[in-house]
């Protein structure tokens, strides 16, 4: 079955087109990250007009990639939240007249089902059950995969996201937007200089938020405020700043590995997977691939280019739906989207998971 993918939710557009028998054929994305740098964050009607300027050059660029007419296409899916409400229309409606002009099954796809199942899209991935780890500009949630819609929510945060916490400290330490992957930028600087002063840490210790109590919930509101205070008392040179988005990394990152340790041990899990922007952190990576050696447990994550939102995603998650015979009948988009409320794919196609 060859599915067309859309992802709109937000401030990226994607395409991508997948194949239940021969796996991805193609993926493109566009970035609107230049379109909103001025405002320091996403603006939402600009967002939604841009997919609506990108999304059909995309869309046809990708089935050149993949080498397909617009006619072999057996099922088309879409983005239908959780997201901005009016980008997410534009994929959304785009997505169901092309499936009900080739008179194709169109299906919904839930923006985070997208991410979790990721990492399935490389080679060797380790089918459910697992632990994922979701983080993202939106979420941080730890959630036990026991089959493609059989998920169970074990913890979340109680109020910032991960990514949102990078982006908000790197905005106060004076980082262009979009923050997160310049703080990390900027904290693997800090790491070199302290390297070469022989210290194996920033000089700043922050909090590891709650993990000092029971539980998998987060919460990483306090600590852009422990950065800021930090940061007005200090010298205020280049290294202090490097060394200072260090510390809040190192943070962020053990505070995550804690918890997915605890994860695994609590459910019995044998695999870790981990899913969404943040997921491009090198040293979340790394101190998460350190923890899987420890405890013996599969880890894996999606490339670089899956970490962040794209298309392929939204074409995978679809297809594995749409070829269990799942389709959507009705229009309709959910800016918000529990996804507890996900129906189950009990049969899976082959040769889907690696
Ligand atoms: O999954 P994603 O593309 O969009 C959402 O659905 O939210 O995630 C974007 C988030 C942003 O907050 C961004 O700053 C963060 O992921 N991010 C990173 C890195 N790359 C992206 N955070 C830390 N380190 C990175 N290398
Ligand atoms: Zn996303």
Avoid at 64 to 83: F, H, K, N, S
Avoid at 146 to 162: H, S, V
Avoid at 253 to 274: P, Q, S
Wanted: proline residues 5%; negative net charge; aromatic residues 6%.
């Amino acid at each position: 079955m060859i599915v067309l993918g859309l992802e709109s939710s937000c401030d990226e557009t994607g395409v991508a087109v997948y194949d239940t028998a021969r796996g991805l054929r193609a993926h493109a994305l566009y970035s609107q990250v230049a379109l909103h740098a001025e405002y320091g964050g996403v603006v939402p009607e600009l967002a939604s007009r841009d997919h609506v300027r990108k999304l059909l050059p995309l869309l046809r660029q990708t089935l050149d990639a993949a080498g397909i007419a617009v006619a072999e296409l057996d099922g088309v899916a879409y983005t239908a939240g959780p997201g901005l409400i009016g980008a997410l229309l534009v994929g959304a409606a785009t997505g169901r007249a092309l499936a009900w002009a080739l008179d194709v099954p169109s299906i919904g796809v839930h923006h985070m089902e997208g991410h979790l199942l990721s990492p399935l899209l490389e080679p060797g991935a380790p089918p459910p059950p697992f632990v994922c780890l979701l983080v993202s500009g939106g979420h941080t949630q730890l959630v036990a995969v026991e089959g493609i819609g059989r998920y169970t929510l074990l913890g979340e945060t109680l109020d910032d996201a991960a990514g949102e916490a990078f982006d908000k400290t790197a905005k106060l330490l004076g980082l262009p937007y979009p923050g997160g992957p310049q703080l990390a930028a900027l904290a693997l600087q800090g790491r070199a200089a302290a390297e070469a002063e022989g210290r194996r840490e920033s000089r700043f210790q922050f909090a590891r938020p709650m993990t000092d109590r029971p539980g998998l919930d987060f919460s990483f509101s306090g600590l852009k405020t422990q950065v800021l205070l930090a940061w007005q008392a200090s010298d205020r040179s280049e290294a202090t700043r490097a060394d200072l988005a260090l510390g809040f990394e190192d943070a962020v990152t053990e505070t995550l590995a804690i918890k997915c340790e605890r994860a695994l041990r609590e459910t019995g899990m044998k695999a870790l997977v981990v899913a969404g922007g943040v997921g491009a952190n090198r040293q979340l990576r790394a101190r998460l691939a350190a923890l899987a050696e420890r405890r013996r447990v599969a880890l894996s994550f999606p490339r670089l280019e899956f970490c962040t939102d794209n298309g392929a995603m939204i074409a995978f998650a679809g297809a594995l739906r749409l070829a269990a015979g799942q389709q959507d009948l009705a229009f309709r988009v959910q800016p918000r989207w529990d996804m507890a409320t996900l129906d189950a794919v009990t049969a899976l196609p082959s040769p889907v998971a690696g």
